[in-house]
């Protein structure tokens, strides 16, 4: 019996056991599609710590030798070698991305003539040359004997020839030349200036009103090597500092893109300007010089002393007066000659794409990008940058070759030509692509220079982007610092209070156009960031890195200077990844909207500190604007709350993306096309360009400025608030619920 | 031993079935989540055959007859009495919407001074008045002796007292002045024009060159009334015809949009322009006359006999000459005066708004507007479009409140205000909601007068809705045909060959400004239609419906001889509620993108045609724009191939959203705020206002035009040849794989 009953309890068993089998398995019940979990997939976090782990200090290292091998300045034999590496380096079947490519774009640049190499000479009322200017930096290292390494110029100098008295004009700022102008007879001079303070070409537009004939540009010791002067035991190749024969080339012009097609991508068939309707160039030749040559006319220079602030680090007094050379020196009497052989021609530059498809919203896109082109060797600027796009290439590419990883999202990396010329290859490619670029990307991640110095991260960026540049801060180690993070670092370096988040890193604002990022946050409205390891401003003043620019920015250079042992371009590779894999990867997009409006109230309480007294004198009311930013951050804490309230992995994933959509297009709400008439391609209301220096909206900053000379610009003062309070309330509605 | 088998086999079946139970609902698998259906989910043939019998067409009569009561002018009270019952309707509890509200803008208006009338006399050199014009229409039903019926007059005809002699200048083009003026001198004359041929405010802006002082608009029987002129049994009350004493009122204004506010939202403190810097308005005195006056005025003139061409319908001979009358005439050597009062004010117009809240997609919206602003009792312009617009959100109201329906995409209804003085309400509206209306509108439907006359559906819109518009006409019965569709019935009155279709309806363009469809097509690039039931040509030369903005568009006018019945608003009601839903509701959005590529060939083949040669004289190659159109079509061709070949309803929701957003993104591709710097919130380079005339690219076809005049403006067609092209490439970027 017991027998039975078990036999029978076991059948039963059996029984239901196959019931449940055929419940579970054999009845057709509506079963989740298999798309249903690859939607909700959020970050990985193994992985990108499987990421920060393979990314490789010597790999960079090899890349920047590489990348240095030859001059690569924008369209030479040098630069075709590098777009040949990166293309085999993005087409490798076992590293590569999934597709890469070339695109070309004919651009109007400028360059010195190699059989006439530009002159700068001292001659005398008899016309004999008695002095002259060195035509190329001096030689410590094979590198700089390379036939291909560009004489010091100007791009974008007109060429010509003008001879007259020198005269001291400090940074060639507006209020330099003014000031000069007071008591000295600028007409038919020529003036040397120094770099720092005003933009290159606005020395010599700046000017030029003034009937200056030719400008001369040279680089401090003051401004660049702390002071230091000799390169017997001081300067490069014994330190980081410029040699006394070192000259800052660049680009002269002042808007970004090639200038002959505005707002068009240049194409061989497209429009193009008249030469002579280019605006924001040089109106008078203008040469830079090395401070050997400059401290050999300054300090002869006749007149009285300059203002304090005028001096630099020359053993002697920089002068105003004369103008020209005092009479007691050799130069007595004499005029400095220019002979300008610069020429502009239209050449093909190409920026080299690659992409890495995205698995479930390929059509949004994560932009990473760095320009490819240098002045000589570059390898500061651009290579460290290009060494570690390479090494996170590599590294990402790897993973998705063998198949273990595939972003969400689609990742666009871009390696930009001709930017220092102007930008030129990012802007032409967002003018080409801008609505399906305008519509569909998340952010864009500039890493130019990845490393001027050691010390610390920098980043600037939209204030959204800030959460996620520290999440991945937080993640990275310091290099050179036991147990220390990179955020940790950062804080002791740059920081503020935050009244939502208290003592944090201080990101900057990307409000120039210093780099490949200027289309993107200015014509396009796309969250851009711009990273780097750099100084430890305790430790020097320079301007910038001081062979930036020069030829002795070199794989030397940068391996014994500036990062030895990589480990900084370690450093900024694994935080740029870990951002990018992040903004690629994660569910909901890291953008914070709240951390916007703190920006937002900032520059509103300085507008009102600033303006509002005067605005009510002429009845014009800062209400609308009030109301706007007070819109903008209701709406924006209504949509985080949404967020944290929200379990959005088991959210319709169209919810989902209606959010990310809020999050993604919130800057482009910023855009007015009208809102900067005088400004080519700036669009965003909140980080154009200002020339007022204050730390507000910068269209009214401007406005409010020009009030001083005109008294009709209180329409314009009026005009603009109106443009951004409706452009603040736009990017409220982006943020508020959706209908 | 029978019976415990039997219950053996009982027990068995009952634990197995538990057992299939249990393994059903007990253990846990990844069953779908319930949002799976919801996002697959299309359109509901069922619920679009619900809502064509819910049309109910004496519900649209009885719309109008309340609609009509008073005269509803924007901004008056009877304006205000229309507002509310807008609000009335949209938000009843069994009928309204999920919202409604009101928007208001202060706006720049033009009225006649009520205690000056304004005055056209004819007064001899003595200054006698010879001859006073009508300062009203006359009575024939009670209606048009309402004192807020408003005067005649021209809005935004500056005030003055013009007096001089008379001269005919048909329809005041610029090629009429400049005929005339080969053999009359025009300073300080008053010139007469007949509506038709040029804008209202074109004919003084056009005559003011010439030194015409003042002009005078009226409407000729030739060009309204098929001749016909006795209001004793010819015209209104009699029949659809104007009386003769009939006035076309209007704006006189060339833009859209409040004038003092341009690109900004027109709110209390926003920035406004001086009123001397409005352009497009005219800069001497006009007012409108019937053609009972005109008739007394233009038979009396002296001179030679005007050319065929200018010859109207009145029983003597349109002479040119003098200027003035002819001297056997009563008014001989007589000036004509004009006492114009109008004045400018701001005033507050109201938007009603209204929405259903999508379901899946609330992030999307389909938009259905017309205006409620009428010239005075407005009954088929734009009454009877608000009459249908009425009864649509009632029926759609009703399943909704009765938790019948819910679109998956949002749906914004606006009833506009300030129509009549240039498209104000709806274009305050895009300006205000700029960036999200840009970012998720899918299409804008408008039907401003909803019936014409009884004959046939007339449509225009983007081509990429034309199939959509198709399959709506299909499924609804034509009004007094029997078994006949609306789409069967309009294809008798308009149609074309279409490459891709055969014999089809011809679907216009909207590259004008003539209703509220302006700022949603030119300034925001919205996928847009406008749809009505309009004449058979073959029974009318009308250039309008006859009444059209005089006294006699009313309730009676409408319901006695334009659609009896109200059959007419019904069919229009179905047709445009037909598409509305399946904007709204279709999985797929129904933009179809290879008709759009249709219609940018033909524009090719006839810019080739027209142009080629002598671009080809110029070096100006037409290459890039060939490929543009070449790479669109075939970007068209993929995306259609990729939806057919898709299981959508099987698809991530992701990838059906995909397609959708490139979809609804394709038209803002075509957008370019700098295409067309001299036209005010044009920037949709497709489908721009042209003056050319030609069926091509409109911004080629004017920059071509020009270079006859100027021969600096090759350059000009160049450079919009590159702006079109590279907008078609950003197109077909957009329908292109992703990435």
């Known amino acids: 019996m017991i027998k ?126 008695l002095y002259t200017a060195r035509r190329k930096e001096k030689t410590y290292t094979s590198d700089e004997d390379d036939p291909e390494v560009v004489q010091p110029y100007a791009a974008y100098s007109p060429a010509g020839h003008p001879k007259g008295k020198l005269v001291y004009a400090n940074q060639g700022k507006p209020s330099d030349y003014q000031r000069l102008n007071n008591t000295v007879d600028l007409r038919g001079t020529i003036a040397i200036t120094r770099y720092g303070g005003a933009g290159r070409g606005a020395k010599a537009i700046n000017a030029a009103p003034y009937g200056v004939i030719g400008v001369l540009v040279y680089t401090d010791p003051l401004d660049i090597n702390d002071g230091l002067m000799s390169d017997i035991n001081e300067t490069f190749p014994h330190s980081w500092y410029m040699p006394p024969s070192g000259v800052e080339r660049g680009s002269f012009n002042d808007k970004f893109g090639d200038m002959l097609t505005p707002y068009l991508a240049a194409k061989d068939e497209t429009y193009r300007i008249p030469v002579e309707n280019i605006t924001g160039i040089p109106p008078i030749p203008i040469q830079p010089i090395g401070f ?67 698995s479930v919203e390929p059509d949004r896109y994560v932009i990473y990008g760095n320009h490819r082109d240098s002045w000589v060797y570059g390898a500061i600027d651009p290579s460290s940058g290009t060494s570690v796009m390479l090494e996170l290439t590599r590294v990402l590419g790897k993973m998705v070759k063998q198949g273990k990883w595939r972003p969400r999202r689609s990742i666009i990396f871009g390696s930009w030509g001709a930017e ?41 960026g ?46 900057g604002y990307l409000s120039g156009a210093g780099s490949d990022y200027a289309a993107f946050v200015h014509y396009l409205g796309i969250p851009s960031m711009d990273i780097s390891y750099t100084y430890d401003r305790s430790k020097t003043n320079a301007r910038i890195y001081p062979a930036y620019h020069t030829a002795y920015d070199n794989f030397e250079y940068a391996s014994k200077f500036i990062d030895p042992g990589f480990t900084s371009h370690q450093a900024i590779a694994r935080t740029a990844g870990n951002v990018l894999i992040r903004l690629a990867d994660s569910l909901l997009v890291p953008l914070n909207c709240s951390d916007y409006a703190e920006t937002l109230e900032d520059y509103l309480n300085t507008a009102v500190t600033l303006y509002q007294h005067e605005l009510q004198e002429r009845n014009i009311s800062m209400e609308p604007l009030k109301r706007a930013v007070a819109s ?14 929200s379990d959005l992995a088991n959210e319709t994933p169209l919810t989902v993306r209606r959010i990310n959509d809020q999050l993604m297009l919130l800057d482009r709400a910023f855009l007015d096309p009208l809102a900067f008439p005088d400004k080519y391609a700036y669009r965003h209301v909140i980080w154009a360009s200002s020339s007022a220096g204050k730390s ?7 406005a409010f400025a020009n009030t001083e000379s005109q008294s009709s610009a209180w329409d314009k003062v009026h005009y603009h608030l109106s443009v951004l309070s409706q452009a603040i309330e736009g990017a409220a509605h982006t943020l508020g619920d959706v209908i």
Not at 420 to 432: D, H, K, R, V, W
Not at 489 to 495: L, V
Request: aromatic share 10%; charged share 20%; proline share 4%.
């Open 4 to 129: 039975q009953v078990l036999i029978g309890i076991l059948c039963g068993a059996a029984v239901l056991t196959a019931g449940i089998l055929i419940g579970h398995y054999g009845v057709t019940k509506s079963s989740a599609p298999s798309w249903v979990k690859d939607v909700a997939k959020d970050v990985d976090e193994s992985l990108i710590e499987r990421f920060l782990s393979e990314v490789d200090n010597i790999q960079i290292q090899e890349n920047l030798r590489e990348l240095t091998k030859v001059p690569h300045m924008a369209t030479t034999a040098g630069d075709e070698q590098t777009v040949q590496l990166m293309l085999k380096r993005w087409q490798d079947p076992e590293t590569g991305l999934d597709q890469a490519w070339r695109e070309e774009y004919m651009v109007y640049l400028s360059f010195p003539d190699p059989k006439k190499p530009n002159k700068v000479t001292v001659v005398s009322p008899s016309d004999t040359v």
């Open 292 to 358: 050997e040559d400059a401290y050999a006319l300054i300090c002869k220079l006749g007149g009285k002393a300059a203002p304090e602030e005028w001096q630099g680090a020359f053993n002697c007094t920089y002068n105003v007066g004369g103008p020209g050379f005092q009479n007691s020196s050799a130069f007595s009497n004499s005029d400095v000659k220019l002979d300008i052989f610069n020429y502009e021609e239209k050449k093909n530059s190409s920026n080299v794409m690659g992409v890495i498809k995205g």
């Open 420 to 460: 220092e010329f102007g930008l030129i290859g990012s802007a032409e490619y967002t003018e080409q692509y801008l609505t399906k670029l305008s519509h569909r990307t998340i952010a864009y991640i500039n890493v130019d220079i990845a490393v001027f110095a050691n010390a610390t991260l920098r980043a600037s």
């Open 462 to 507: 939209m204030p959204s982007l800030q959460n996620v540049i520290f999440k991945a801060a937080k993640q990275v180690d310091a290099p050179g610092l036991d147990s220390t993070s990179v955020y940790d670092n950062w804080i002791k370096y740059f920081n503020r209070t935050s009244q939502a988040h208290g003592f944090i890193p201080n990101v």
């Open 632 to 645: 903008f951050r209701s709406a924006a804490t209504h949509l985080d709350q949404v967020i944290r309230s």
């Open 696 to 702: 507000t909206f910068p269209g009214l900053a401007d």
